[in-house]
Structures are given as C-alpha cells and as structure tokens.
C-alpha cells in the first residue's frame, strides 16, 4: 500500500516467463467436493497481513496471537516488521525495535514457523523490512538507479570546449530536501555521483526554459529531430570538444546515478537503500542475503512458509535507468534510443508521487513538428522506453524472484503495480499476483488488470490486500466488509488478505485500541482497517471467514471464463485513477452508503494550486471513457476481463471463441483510439476470418504503438484490421451492447432484475467452468435494497443448486421465466452451481414456495429502551435511530441495549416466525426471554423466533464502530486518540434504526 511518503510530498511540495499453463490441473465436475464448500480447507481461508512494531516483540504473545488467528478462522499471515507510528523510544528500546535482521530476530521468526506448522497456517514473508525491498547491505552503487539530464547552450558556428559538470537538480531532490529538514526522509541526492553515459545536441527551433521557477514543470525547447547528433564520444576529461555547426544549439547531457530512494519504515538503526531491480545480479544477492541460510529458516520453506511477499512499486526514480539499459533497448526495440533521450525526460516519469498525485509534466526538451515525420512520435519513444523497462523488470526482477522462491518450494506473491510495466504480464511471472483496494481506488478496472494477468497466464490464484482505504481507519463493519470482499470475487479475486492485523503491545500510550501502524496516535496516514482483538466485530470473525473461505473454494474450481476480452493497451495502472472524480463505482475509494469523505481531499488540492491543476493522463483518460460502457454491458449480463497485446498475440482460436491461457472468451472489444502492435492487429484479422465476434468501438487501431519502422508498420496494422472489418462478425460502432446484440454474443449467465431501470446493474457476476456442461457463478447484489433477479443460463442447468455461502447452505432454486428466481438481500450474495454432481440428500433443502407472509411493525411500540454505559437514553420509538443524531451518543463507543416487550403472533405447522431488524449500523445479538435467540451480522439482519402465541421480551444488544468514540476521545483531548483531531464530521452511522418487524410466514410448502 502506499506509504506516508505520499503524504509527506503533498506537505512539502507547497513547500519468470509468461507461463501458459495451469499450476494444477484443472478439476472436472466429478471431483467437486461439496465436504470441502461445507468445511472448507486450510488454503481457503483468508489472510492477514500480520504488523510488527520492528523486532520490539515477544515469543509467548506471537504464540498467543498465532493461536488467536486460528481461532478465528483465519489461514495464515503474512509478517511484515517495521518501524511505522511507533511511540518514541530511544537507547535499549530503540535498538531492540530496530534490530531486524539479527540472529535475535530470525529467532522470534523461527518460533513462529514452528508453532504456525503445527496449526497448519501458512506464513509469508515480507521481502524484508518495510518496501520496497533493500536494506543497509544494499551499496549506494547497488541501489535503485536513475537517468538524469544537465543542459548548455550553444551558439555555433564555434570550437566548443563545454565542461560537462553533472546534471541539474530536479524538483523532486529539492522537495526531498525540504521533507528531510521536517524529518521525513524520501530520498537522498547522489546527483553528485552521477556518470556520464551520453550527450546529445539539437539546433533549438522554438519554446522556452522557465528558469524563474524550478516547479514549472511543463515548460520546453523544441529540437529539430533532423539535426540531432550523439556527441559522446567528443568528451574527454569531463570536457565536450566540438565544432558547433551555424545556429542556437541544446546540448544535453544524460547521466546515471543511484536514485537515493530509501526503504519506507524500515526497522534498520542504518540507512537503508532500495535494490537496483533491473539487475538481476543485484536481486539474487538481495534475496541470498534476507533469506540466506543463517536465518534457520531453511527447514520451514514450503511448509508453513509458503511465499515471500513484495508490496507494490512505490519508486521515486526519475527515469528507471541499469548499466546495459542502451544495448537491452537496442535488442529488444531494434533502434538505438540515445539520440531521443532528450525527448523522454519527464520530471519524475518514473516517479510515483507524480503519479498519485496527477502532476502533469513534459519533456524540457520536444521535437518540433515537421510534415514528413511520422505521427505520435514523443509518444512513440516513451512508449518504447517504459516498454524496455517493463521487459527488463519483468525478467530480472518478478521472474527471478519467483524462480528463486519455486526452487526452495516456495512462490512470490507480488502486487505488480506503481510502475509503468505491463502489468497483465508482470501479474502472470509470478505465483500470486496481488492487488488492493487501495491503489487506483480500488477500482474494478484496475482489480481485473491483475485477475486478468493471473487467469490468462495460468495462474490459479489472485490476491488481494483487502479493506484498506485512506482515512477510513475504524470505519469498517461486516457489511461493509461483506461488500468490499464480495466486489473482490466478482473482479476475479480469490484470496483475501486483509489490511491488516497489529501485534498487540498493551502499551497505554497508545489508547484502547492498541497500536496500530495506520492509526496512531505518533503519527503517519491513516489507512483502514483493524482486523484484531480491539476491533469490536472481533468475535464474529469466525462466521465471516466460514464465508469466505467458502467463496474462495468455489471461486478456483475449474477455469475462469467471461464473455468478453476487453483488449489493455497501455503499460501501468495510474495510481492517479483514484482521482477520477468522475468514475462513478461502487466503494470507489472505500466510499460506502453515507459515510462521510475522508482521505487528502485538501492536500490535493494543495498540490494541483502549486503545480497547475490536476493531470490524469492519458490511461486514466481511457479508463475512464470505457467504464459506462463497460457498465452498461455488465447491467445485459456479459461478463468480461482485460488481455494485453502479448497475450492476444499468443491466444488460441477455437471456431468462434478464443483462448488465452485458463480463460475462454466469445468476443473481443476494443477501444477507442488505441494503438496495436503489427503481430496482434494479425492476430485479430485471423479472429475475423475464424469467425470470433470482434467490435471496435469508435476509431479503430491504425497504427503501432512503437517507434521502430514506424510508417511501415501503422501501414500494416492499419491493413490488418481494415482487413478485419469487412468480416460479417465484425463490427465498428460507437454501442458496444448493441454491436454484441447484433453479433448474437450471448451472455454466459443472463441477469435481469425485478423493476430495475437504468445502465447499471446491481448485481454482478462472475463464472467458473468445470468442464463444457458444469459452471458455478456467483451473484451479488451491490444495492442497499432488497432484489429479486432471474439467473438464466445460455447452456441451460437441468442440474441446479443454489448455494448460500454464509450458512454453508444448499438448495434446489425456484424455476421462473427460463431460469431461476433468487432474492439478494441488500449486499447479498449466492452461487448458481450448474451440473455438479449431486451432494448428498441431508445437505440439500427445498425452496419454499407458494408461501405468504404477514409483516406487524414494532418500531413504534412504547416499550422500546435504549440503554448505553448503564443509562437509559430513549424511549418509545425515538429509541431507534442512527446515533450521529443524538449529541449524547455522537460520540459513544457502545454498545447499546434496546428492549422492547411485544406479543408474538401464533405460528402453526407451516409458519415461522422472524424478527426483522431493518438497518443495523454494526452487528445485532438478539435474546428472547434470556434466550439466545441468534446474531444478525450482515444484511437481512434478520433471527428466527421461537414459537409465538405469547409476550415475550427481546433484548437486542448492538455493537457499533468505534470511530465515533475514537473522535469523542481526541476531541476531549485525549492524546492516545491524537490521530482522530479534527475529524469531528467524518463520524460514523450507529445503531439500530429499523424499521423492526416481525415476520410470519405462512403456507409453507416445498417445491
């Protein structure tokens, strides 16, 4: 996730191979195992990413936690030690907390594998302390390396003798002085250690230098592209010797230097410096040394060590430069690139603050324009650029990491993100690829990215750090949790690792929550969520990791499949996609019915008043034109995924489907205005000709994203695809539904929804294939409100069961209009399996049908209390209601007592009596006469009633966020609760509003 450096910007600036086959075999329908959905497997389960305070940790209470987790249903953790908003320390503790990497501390570790074996939960382990990946074993000429730029005028015709002194200081090393003098450390400028690796001229035609303000980051000379020459080789003793031609030339000067990034919260007493990973010399010996034998780890790789973990790219490099980038850039581009670096030095192109923050910038240098040129070309050349850099950070570093871990029995689960690679393509080098719901803000578009990359290069699992969201910390309840995950599975997720689990320290400075690393009293962001034993909804993790788990069983049976291919032409997701304020999504952010914004709304704007507004670039551009058609296809029932040009290239044809890698697509969409490689524009003219339906929606490709041979191959790409789409299946339009209707594409899993109006829809689905006749698809319902849909099968399902992944249930489902009848309670979900074999009789329960039901309203009923810390505070039916609207209970932690005396109506044989509860802000224990009678901790919050016919008193106690008490405490200015000052209106809903009813349904008959 990213770190506090984000917000440390935005303060100072106002101051392996591509693997194409399965892991494992796929199963077939005859070897589903309904014991498994019922009690699902250890591997099921969700993780938790498990925070040390650096080494300053106990044996017995990683024991006692490890034991905690198992408890809870959890399968396993994932350790990551660093120093983050830790209360200050200094001598012995000091050093204590900062003694990663010692014999001391491989011990603590090793203690934990040992008991995790024993419990059967899996460990990872972050790559190191903190991210990205490094440490004080990493030399300043190791680290992550840097191009930078040094520029001269001169006016020839002359002998120049031009001392070549270093590059300029770029912006980003002036603010990273500015945040070191406020103690927050981002970066070091070696730029006085830079080598000289080129030097290039251009006869200026036009544009500027702003030399008045070193943040002006957009300003630029023009060069004429037909006078550029390399003049390297004309430097002797750090001296140009040249004779100038006649004009006004720019002389510039490229030069490598270590980056100076540091490792972000590392628990080091020493500076500590992040590896150079484009060289995969320097990434094994990282790797040999943070995993090297003397650890004592060795004997519990594989089991219960199963992965090492690398959390996404947070770099700070202006351009991403190694020691063999021009000859790699020759080999794999065909053309040398030193005569147009000039063109592709962006003020922080590589740079992931740039990024996240939406700061546009240009070259300071840019090719005047001519008419025999080819078009697009400063495109063209960074395109090239950051593809090199993507092929080299793939190779060296996400291959050869997981290369390493596979020959020591272990996989790499990597969050591929944060730099500009293919990400698709980066997702399926490793074992498990991993988003967030952080980054991008947690888009749908950027989730599918990697489950794409997994699904397509033959991965069986996706990942993803769940429940994190900025300024939401104590925010989150099981609905809100249920949603969020429930959104990860239909993006094709199926591992969650939630963000995340604290040690427990029991130090009091840090107040009745316990550390936590995101909020903290000490300082840093604040991110969500706390999964631990502060968290009031604690105790009812055992139920929601059951779901879980049986989600994620169901969802890595068999294959995946989607309608539609939607065809990913860019390198990188944009972190800035988080700011498309425009895209309009459900938890866009962690954004969830009415809770009120959080995050850096005002630092944004900060940062877009000091360097010119807010720029999203051309990717998010793109992004986000596609969402409402995507939406809109998705509101039809299609289903679809993203494949890049790599795997286009190298996909399957199967008459009039294609394959790539495990997934199985019907069509092809592709956007508008998009460039294509000659191989895949190919490709796709044979997808034509195979009879695959394919749309172009508005202007389709005529031409290739690259430099290399430019004009011949946009001709060729421009052929291929005119080629394409004379095809009768085939179709350019500017409706992409309408196009797919008139092709005869078919959804897998048609969704229609009951007096649902509008573009989306609000039930999503996802599908795996077992075999050509048996699926399973999961359903869920994004709304607030109630819905009942039809689920209609393209292939049909004579075989069908609904599963009901919160109870563990099973049931044959309710036939209605060519498909079957389900209601989704608000944020509920549900598996349509088709064609498994049958499970057994006890497991399975009819639908009721033909039933009524009579509804009575008690929320007006004038026995009705609420009771909170011992004191009565309402009466009557001004006892529900959301606590925000109560000054005494704004600020309560809970929880809150309601009682209420009613007379039950009688039930027969065929009846049943519920209490439904309406909306409840938090989770509801519900008591008849002293009686358990059940908990409702996610929607329909709804218990079964014993028999009626007689008074009863139902006592139901509601257990609510802590935010709202968190806030109340720092606004009585209570400094263990500091992180919560001036957050008064970003309170959360509390309580139980209703309305309350009592359900009798009656007629019970089975189908």
Avoid at 551 to 564: E, N
Avoid at 828 to 847: D, H, I, Q, R, W
Wanted: net charge negative; with cysteine.
């Amino acid at each position: 996730m990213p770190d506090n450096a984000f917000l440390r910007f935005l303060i100072a600036a106002p101051l392996l191979l591509a693997i194409a086959s399965c892991n494992s075999p796929p199963l077939t329908a005859e070897a589903f195992d309904w014991q498994s959905y019922d009690n699902p497997p250890m591997d099921t389960r969700p993780l938790v990413r498990w925070w040390w305070p650096g080494a300053d940790v106990d044996p017995s209470e990683l024991a006692r936690e490890l034991d905690v987790l198992a408890a809870q249903g959890f399968g396993g953790a994932e350790i990551q030690a660093f120093n983050a908003a830790l209360e200050p320390v200094e001598g012995e503790a000091l050093s204590k907390r900062l003694d990663y990497d010692s014999p001391r501390f491989w011990t603590l570790v090793q203690g934990v594998a040992s008991a995790a074996q024993a419990s059967s939960l899996r460990i990872d382990l972050n790559l190191g302390t903190g991210w990205s990946t490094g440490g004080p074993h990493i030399d300043v000429a190791d680290s992550m390396q840097t191009l930078l730029w040094g520029e001269a005028v001169v006016n020839g015709p002359a002998t120049v003798d031009l001392p070549l002194t270093g590059p300029e200081q770029t912006p980003f090393y002036m603010l990273a002085e500015i945040a070191a003098d406020i103690g927050e450390p981002l970066a070091r400028d070696l730029t006085s250690t830079a080598k000289l690796v080129a030097v290039i001229a251009g006869k200026e035609t036009g544009g500027r230098r702003d030399r008045d303000n070193d943040y002006n980051l957009q300003d630029t000379v023009q060069l004429d592209p037909k006078t550029l020459v390399e003049l390297t080789s004309f430097v002797e003793d750090g001296k140009l010797h040249w004779d100038a031609p006649d004009g006004k030339w720019r002389v510039v000067s490229l030069w490598q230097a270590p980056d100076g990034q540091y490792i972000s919260l590392p628990a080091y007493n020493q500076p500590s410096f992040v590896v150079d990973h484009l060289n995969q010399q320097r990434v094994l010996d990282n790797l040999n040394h943070l995993l090297r034998d003397e650890t004592g780890l060795t004997p519990y790789f594989a089991d219960p060590i199963k992965g090492i973990f690398i959390d996404s790219f947070e770099m700070v490099t202006e351009r991403h430069y190694t020691d063999d980038f021009f000859a790699k850039f020759q080999e794999f581009r065909g053309y040398d690139i030193k005569p147009y670096l000039p063109f592709v030095m962006n003020p922080g192109a590589d740079n992931h603050l740039f990024d996240g923050a939406g700061i546009k910038t240009r070259s300071p240098f840019s090719l005047s324009e001519t008419s025999d040129q080819v078009p697009f070309v400063s495109e063209r050349l960074h395109h090239d650029y950051s593809l090199t850099v993507s092929d080299l950070f793939i190779e060296r570093f996400f291959e050869t990491t997981e290369e390493w871990a596979a020959a020591r029995g272990m996989g790499a689960r990597v969050q591929p993100y944060g730099i500009r690679v293919d990400v698709m393509r980066a997702a399926g080098s490793v074992s498990i690829p991993e988003a967030e719901q952080l980054y991008a803000g947690g888009s749908e578009l950027f989730l599918k990215v990697i489950s794409s990359g997994a699904h397509q290069y033959g991965r069986s699992i996706a990942s993803a750090e769940s429940l994190v969201w900025a300024g939401k910390d104590h925010m989150t309840t099981p609905r809100k949790l249920k949603a969020a995950v429930d959104k990860l599975f239909t993006a094709g997720i199926n591992q969650v690792v939630f963000h995340g689990f604290p040690y427990k320290t029991n130090n009091p400075a840090y107040g009745l929550s316990d550390w936590h690393p995101f909020s903290s009293p000490f300082g840093g962001g604040t991110y969500s969520s706390n999964v631990s034993e502060t968290d009031p909804f604690w105790d009812y993790f055992v139920e929601i990791n059951a779901y879980i788990a049986r989600c994620q069983y169901l969802l890595r049976q068999g294959m995946p499949t989607a309608d539609i291919a939607v065809f990913y032409p860019w390198l990188g997701v944009p972190a800035s996609l988080a700011r498309a304020d425009e895209l309009d999504e459900f938890l866009f952010g962690g954004q969830f019915e009415d809770e009120p914004l959080t995050g850096r709304q005002d630092l944004f704007e900060l940062v877009d008043a000091f360097f010119g507004g807010k720029y999203l670039g051309p990717v998010v551009d793109g992004l986000t034109g596609l969402w409402p058609v995507l939406q809109e296809l998705e509101a039809a029932g299609y289903t679809w995924e993203w494949i890049n040009d790599e795997r286009l290239v190298n996909c399957s044809l199967d008459k009039d489907q294609f394959v790539s890698g495990n997934a199985r697509f019907k069509a092809l969409l592709v956007p508008d205005q998009v460039a294509m490689s000659k191989d895949a524009a190919q490709v796709v003219k044979q997808m034509a000709e195979s009879g695959v339906s394919i749309v172009f929606l508005g202007e389709y490709p005529t031409r290739q994203p690259g430099f290399h041979d430019a004009e011949l191959n946009d001709q060729a790409v421009k052929a291929a695809i005119e080629g394409a789409i004379g095809a009768k299946n085939v179709q350019n339009s500017d409706n992409a539904l309408e196009s797919m209707q008139k092709l005869g594409v078919l959804p897998t899993v048609g969704v229609a929804v009951a007096d649902h109006v509008g573009p989306s829809n609000p039930v999503k689905t996802i599908s795996r294939r077992l075999d050509s006749e048996s699926f399973i698809t999961f359903a869920r319902n994004q709304s607030a409100k109630d819905v009942e849909v039809v689920i209609s099968p393209t292939l049909g399902c004579p075989e069908a069961f609904w599963l009901d992944p919160w109870t563990g249930g099973v049931q044959e489902p309710v036939t209605a209009s060519g498909g079957f009848a389900v209601k989704l309670a608000p944020y509920g979900s549900g598996f349509l399996a088709c064609n498994l074999p049958k499970p057994n009789p006890e497991l399975v329960t009819k639908s009721p049908v033909g039933n009524q039901q009579e509804f009575i309203d008690i929320s007006k009923d004038p026995s009705w209390s609420l009771t909170v810390d011992g004191v009565e505070v309402a009466t009557g039916g001004s006892a529900l209601g959301d606590w925000r609207d109560w000054g005494g209970l704004s600020g309560s932690f809970g929880p809150g007592l309601y009682k209420v005396t009613v007379e039950l109506p009688e039930v027969g044989d065929k009846s049943q009596l519920f209490l439904d509860l309406g909306q409840v802000h938090g989770v509801a224990l519900v008591s008849v006469d002293g009686q358990k009678a059940g908990t409702a901790i996610v929607p329909p919050y709804r218990v079964s009633l014993p028999q009626g016919g007689k008074t009863a008193k139902i006592d139901i106690t509601v257990v609510i966020a802590d935010r709202n008490g968190l806030i109340a405490a720092a606004e009585a200015l209570d400094k263990t609760a500091a992180q919560f000052n001036g957050k008064g209106d970003t309170r959360v809903a509390a309580g139980l509003v209703g309305p309350v009813l009592l359900v009798k349904t009656t007629g019970l008959e089975e189908n």
